[in-house]
């Protein structure tokens, strides 16, 4: 089975850096993605590590360690538009590659 | 940008009525998936479809769902006598094949179970 834990909500300020942590305990791992969803909207693709290390893309960056189970997400120069729930998912080996995901982590960002 | 569309955005059923949700992935996408998010709730898988067959199905898609690709471009999702717990929000997404390829969701249908 799969179990990806990631913080509840989490508050920062308009301009600033915030950290989103991910951790996962799985029977198969091909795969950590990164997803942004609005309220009442479809998740939207963020970012995908599947080696161990830093992708960044732009002011998105994301991390990963497959011997932890860790992964991070990183969001600098935060916007007030980032303010959004963000998903931690993890793709299986199985026949489809099915997503799992996280509860979501609620980002609000302050003026 | 290619997008996943769903119709409806938005449905309303009585309990015990059949529902059909509908799906067009991208046309060179060759994964298909439904998901559902009960408000509040996380994004859960519900099942996976390659190659006009079900690849891997979820606890939660038991015989009251079916999935059908009709033809070439549609993707569906039947849920038979629905019931109150039914009601959701439901994604489609898909995925091109090779090992990198993004999920693709689409804007969702809102189902409201009265």
């Known amino acids: 089975g799969q179990n990806i834990d990631q913080p509840t909500e989490m508050t920062a300020t308009e301009g600033a850096i915030v950290q989103i942590n991910c951790t996962y305990q799985t029977s198969g791992f091909n795969g950590l993605f990164w997803y942004q969803q609005h309220a009442g909207e479809a998740p939207t693709f963020l970012s995908y590590?599947?080696?161990?290390g830093l992708e960044e893309k732009g002011r998105f960056s994301s991390f990963l360690s497959r011997s932890k189970g860790y992964s991070y997400l990183l969001l600098k120069e935060l916007q007030m538009k980032d303010s959004a729930s963000y998903l931690c998912a993890v793709r299986g080996w199985a026949a489809g590659n099915k997503l799992t995901f996280g509860g979501g982590t609620r980002v609000l960002v302050k003026p | 940008e290619p997008e996943v569309t769903q119709t409806p955005s938005h449905q309303v059923t009585q309990m015990g009525q059949e529902v059909i949700l509908r799906c067009v992935p991208i046309s060179n996408h060759l994964y298909f998936y439904w998901y559902r998010q009960i408000l509040g709730q996380k994004v859960e898988f519900l099942v996976s479809f390659y190659n006009n067959e079900i690849s891997e199905k979820s606890e939660i898609f038991d015989d009251q769902f079916s999935v059908e690709r009709p033809d070439g471009s549609n993707f569906t999702l039947k849920i038979r006598s629905t019931k109150l717990e039914d009601s959701a929000m439901y994604f489609c997404?898909?995925?091109?094949?090779?090992?990198?390829?993004?999920?693709?969701f689409g804007s969702g249908t809102r189902l409201t179970v009265v």
């Open positions: 997404a898909s995925r091109p094949t090779g090992a990198t390829g993004g999920y693709t």
């Open positions: 590590n599947v080696l161990d």
